[in-house]
């Protein structure tokens, strides 16, 4: 199990709505643990716990790294968001959510929208990405793309030495919101993007939307690209694909994409290929909540997240000058803002 020193984990079972949901809190010292809430329909419990302790792990050293005063934290409900999501299961989340006194702050995640966030915020204040019209800060999948595709620009532009994209082969794996708008922005700068999915009818909106390509074959990772972006679930960099990638810079939305961080950090680096960390270019939708509550505005969303992309560089940087992996050079840095803190404190 992923475990690594969680400071709470709390199972939350309803019979009356079937609610059955899991909330990691993995460190607050830097600050109440948010991270949004996932839906899915997982095999087990097992799975499901395993998911939330990498998940909230990732999201303390996403906050970390971005400079935000947040620990981290994750839930999970295990369902099919599609027939099994109601508005008393997410309002009977909102309480349990609500228990916690403030340690715990939601947000949305797959399979959740910001309408479900709206209904969650009446049973608690301790919600994030609720509905502009109700004084939020909206929907995040918009700002995370940007803070994947301005992290996508720094690596670029550490590999190829200039950030733009025009003419770079991109694959895009998971079209869900994240997926669609980098796609969006890839394709204004005039790249060459396929896209992946397992839903066959949302490729077909996406690609008539774009302009851009479904990719048809068998295998995604031997394809000759220059950025692979993983943008559905997390775990696709892997012993079984990294002998397969033909890429030159990986890039993506996903969560925890390296199924072993410290082994495949170090593949990766051994093989050649540039790793932007995960959970520093994706933080653009935690930025985009955490404005909710410093009440800054549009416009300083946008500032911190266009940072993302010299955050990017200098690590990129970092870990060649310290000849060690990418991950390894962001976890650093983020483990010491944490350890400060902690002995400020």
Not at 148 to 156: E, Q
Not at 235 to 244: G, K, L, R, V, Y
């Amino acid at each position: 199990m992923s475990f690594d020193n969680h400071e709470q984990i709390v199972f939350c079972n309803d019979k009356d709505t079937g609610l059955k949901a899991i909330i990691g809190i993995h460190n607050t010292v830097l600050g109440p643990a948010l991270g949004g809430t996932r839906m899915w329909n997982y095999t087990s419990e097992w799975e499901a716990l395993n998911d939330v302790l990498r998940l909230s792990r990732g999201m303390t050293y996403k906050s970390a790294i971005t400079g935000l005063n947040l620990g981290g934290g994750k839930a999970v409900l295990i369902g099919d968001a599609k027939t099994q999501k109601t508005p008393e299961l997410m309002l009977k989340f909102g309480e349990f959510v609500h228990s916690l006194g403030g340690k715990y702050i939601t947000a949305e995640d797959v399979g959740m929208a910001t309408s479900d966030m709206d209904l969650v915020r009446t049973v608690t204040p301790y919600v994030t990405g609720i509905s502009e019209s109700k004084g939020g800060a909206g929907n995040p999948s918009p700002i995370t793309a940007y803070g994947v595709f301005m992290g996508m620009k720094a690596a670029a532009k550490y590999t190829f030495g200039s950030e733009l994209l025009e003419d770079k082969v991109i694959y895009v794996q998971g079209i869900g919101n994240v997926g669609e708008a980098l796609v969006e922005n890839l394709s204004n700068e005039g790249a060459k993007v396929y896209i992946s999915d397992i839903n066959q009818e949302r490729l077909e909106e996406v690609r008539d939307k774009y302009s851009v390509e479904i990719y048809g074959g068998s295998n995604l990772y031997a394809e000759k690209m220059d950025i692979y972006a993983p943008c559905a679930l997390g775990a696709t960099i892997n012993d079984f694909t990294i002998n397969q990638l033909n890429t030159k810079i990986i890039a993506g939305a996903a969560n925890n994409q390296l199924a072993e961080e410290q082994k495949h950090g170090k593949m990766l680096r051994e093989k050649g290929i540039v790793y932007a960390p995960d959970f520093l270019i994706n933080a653009g939708g935690i930025i985009n909540v955490y404005a909710e509550l410093e009440n800054y505005d549009r416009k300083e969303i946008m500032r911190k997240t266009e940072n993302i992309y010299n955050t990017t560089l200098e690590i990129l940087k970092k870990a060649d000058n310290d000849n060690i992996t990418t991950h390894q050079a962001a976890f650093n840095i983020a483990q010491a803002r944490i350890d400060a803190r902690k002995s400020e404190k």
